[in-house]
């Protein structure tokens, strides 16, 4: 392929003529002409060279989150290839096996202006000015140019991509974070001791369960300010906070001999938690809210063994919903709605070893997607396609990435053991 | 932190020494040795020890805890097939109990241990203590906080229904967290899956035991 790219560039370069200023004018905004996503298709998305002391980082780095969304195929000629400054040689493009062609251009302002040609329709489709905010290569930096990637996946796919997101995690006890695409891996300032991290629909807070010598006790922790609330409860322990999606409601599970469910409406810390779930002393903890806010998934043993329950988030209609295909060994746990509500991921024990596995809110199938080392602990991309996980399968155990289309992974997290992963909304609020 | 298995020792012997000629009040407070009270549970990553550890077991010992051992001998002689007469009080109230793989009620051998903490903490109702749950490494890391809590809940609960203070029993989780073996082995899970026990207040009595 790379070879076939740099006998074309020779080509490409003679391509001048028509600006393409005058080819956008000619466009209607947000108008689709021919370029269409057929889900499961691939389409060839060709990234032309950037010029500029960033281009190179720019193109690798959109490359790199697009090839991590799996819903496009990157072609990508080496960063030497010519730029191609006139008017686009669109079958040459088609040629190449591109259905788009994406052109980034840096401004001397430190902006970017990107532009997506149709190559079937032979015009440009789609183009947007992004602000880079400085300085270079930091994570605010990095992270518009991952908004970048995901706007483009959008044009092409109708679905805004995930590159523009961070996974909370645990090392060592403590709360790190680190990027989608595995850049900018640093403790989380000013949290330290944390277990179990949970998101906030808006980005900007985080809950977890901070574990003491006196207590283990949820916290909730707003990023800028680094304020923080221990939520009250009575109870000599509570873990496992999750927010609703609509971001009003935060549910945790608290007791001690057993613990239950409670629910309480953000912010208003000091009423006293609604208790969703009766365990009668069993153990119900991990709850994870339906899209709608109107169902809990959550762990309880209230059988006897772990299975996976769902609820009203008010406390009506219990039901088992781990209870099909799986009779191997009894535990299951770790749930996770998807973000599109189809599935809940969890963790089972299968030949005495955690999986990853996903049960179908419509018949109850159950898909298994690890075998290799111990998986556990599922946490949904806002794309509800991909998953991060840990797993032990290099030996110690580490973040992973899984497409639960393709079935593909990555690693994600390298060095000191990494657990408990989080996944967070997409960050940055562009339109 | 290793050390703090020996301590009670040393600090039993002087006691012994200083102890001998003074007659002892039988509304003696604290039987236990003035060890520093956190030396026990509070360790991070705590080396391999035994199950039992009979601190107790040096010839000085028997006189150090007589007056102790006196009122829970004439009780109940033996507890768990260990002379009362001979047990140093921290050790005994410090020993671990074990539980099986996700489970969190108290095996036999379990509730015999807790029946020796629990003549110490009648016999001195001054003695606070918590109890810390510890899980093996399998299974969801957030759902083993959940069930060491359960484990701490359960030493709690028997102590509590046999007559002691609610008050006097604080319980703590540490889930996976804080293993004794990190190694993932039965033998190193077999050990991990415990209730640590801490003397948290009324230990450190300036009397000989």
């Known amino acids: 392929m790379r070879g076939m790219v740099r006998r074309f560039d020779a080509i490409l370069m003679m391509g001048l003529g028509m600006a393409i200023g005058s080819a956008l004018a000619a466009q209607e905004p947000g108008v689709r002409i021919g370029l269409t996503y057929t889900p499961g298709s691939q389409p060839g998305i060709y990234l032309v060279p950037v010029r500029g002391a960033d281009g190179d980082s720019v193109r690798r780095i959109i490359a790199r989150d697009l090839e991590f969304g799996h819903r496009l195929t990157v072609i990508a000629p080496d960063s030497g290839a010519v730029v191609p400054t006139g008017r686009f040689n669109y079958p040459l493009y088609a040629r190449l096996g591109a259905a788009g062609v994406v052109q980034l251009v840096l401004q001397a302002d430190g902006s970017a202006l ?42 092409v ?26 850049a900018n891996e640093q403790p989380v300032p000013g949290v330290g001791a944390a277990l179990g991290p949970a998101w906030h629909p808006d980005g900007r807070s985080i809950a977890f369960a901070r574990m003491r010598d006196d207590g283990t006790s949820v916290v909730v922790h707003e990023l800028a300010s680094g304020e923080e609330r221990r939520v009250r409860t009575g109870a000599p322990l509570s873990l496992s906070p999750a927010f609703s999606p609509d971001g009003k409601w935060l549910a945790f599970a608290a007791g001690e001999s057993g613990t239950d469910l409670y629910v309480v409406p953000v912010g208003a810390w000091d009423e006293p938690p609604l208790r969703v779930t009766v365990g009668r002393g069993s153990t119900n903890a991990q709850p994870t809210f339906a899209p709608d806010g109107r ?68 018949d109850r199938a159950v898909r298994q997607y690890t075998t290799e080392g111990i998986n556990e602990d599922p946490s949904w991309a806002p794309d509800g396609r991909h998953l991060v996980f840990t797993s032990s399968r290099t030996g110690t155990r580490q973040l992973w990435v899984l497409d639960t289309e393709s079935g593909r992974v990555r690693q994600l997290t390298r060095g000191a053991a990494a657990r408990m992963g989080a996944w967070s909304p997409r960050l940055l609020s562009v339109p | 932190m290793k050390s703090s298995r020996t301590f009670p020792l040393v600090l039993a012997v002087a006691g012994v020494l200083t102890a001998c000629s003074r007659v002892t009040p039988k509304t003696e407070p604290a039987p236990a040795t003035p060890a520093p009270a ?18 107790a077991g040096a010839p000085s010992a028997g006189t150090a805890s007589t007056s102790v051992g006196d009122r829970l001998a004439g009780a109940t002689g033996t507890v768990a097939g260990r002379d009362l007469a001979t047990s140093d009080p921290r050790a005994v109230l410090t020993e671990m109990i074990f539980f099986d793989y996700d489970q969190s009620e108290l095996r036999s051998e379990a509730r015999a ?44 609960r028997y102590l509590v229904d046999l007559g002691i203070a609610e008050s006097r029993i604080a319980v703590v989780t540490f889930g996976e967290e804080r293993p004794i073996n990190t190694e993932s082995t039965e033998a190193a899970w077999a050990q991990n899956r415990r209730d640590e026990f801490e003397i948290v207040a009324g230990g450190t009595g300036n009397g000989p035991a």
């Not at chain 1, 109708?158 to 595995?182: E, M, N, P, Q």
């Not at chain 2, 629990?118 to 001054?126: G, I, V, Y």
């Open chain 1, 114 to 155: 990107v532009t997506l040609h149709d190559v079937v329709a032979a015009q440009a489709q789609e183009t947007r000015r992004f602000a880079l905010p400085g300085p270079r290569l930091s994570p605010a930096w990095r992270l518009a140019v991952h908004g970048i990637a995901d706007v483009i996946e959008e044009w």
């Open chain 1, 157 to 182: 796919t109708g679905t805004r991509g995930v590159a523009a997101t961070r996974v909370l995690f645990v090392r060592g006890g403590a709360l790190w974070r680190i990027d989608s695409d595995g």
């Open chain 1, 295 to 362: 169902r809990i998934a959550f762990t309880t043993s209230r059988l006897g063994r772990n299975e996976i329950y769902l609820t009203d988030a008010d406390g009506a209609n219990p039901e088992l919903l781990t209870s099909t295909a799986l009779t191997d060994a009894p535990y299951r746990a770790d749930p996770a709605w998807s973000p599109d509500g189809r599935f809940v991921a969890f963790s089972t024990q299968i030949d005495g070893r955690f999986q990853i596995a996903t049960i179908s809110l419509r």
């Open chain 2, 38 to 55: 956190v030396a026990s549970a509070a360790a991070p990553a705590p080396a391999p020890v035994p199950s039992s550890a009979p601190v």
């Open chain 2, 113 to 156: 241990t807790l029946d020796a903490k629990l003549a110490f903490l009648q016999a001195n109702p001054s003695i606070r203590i918590r109890v810390a749950g510890h899980t093996d490494e399998r299974g969801s890391d957030e759902y083993n906080i959940a069930l060491g809590m359960r484990r701490a809940a359960a030493a709690k």
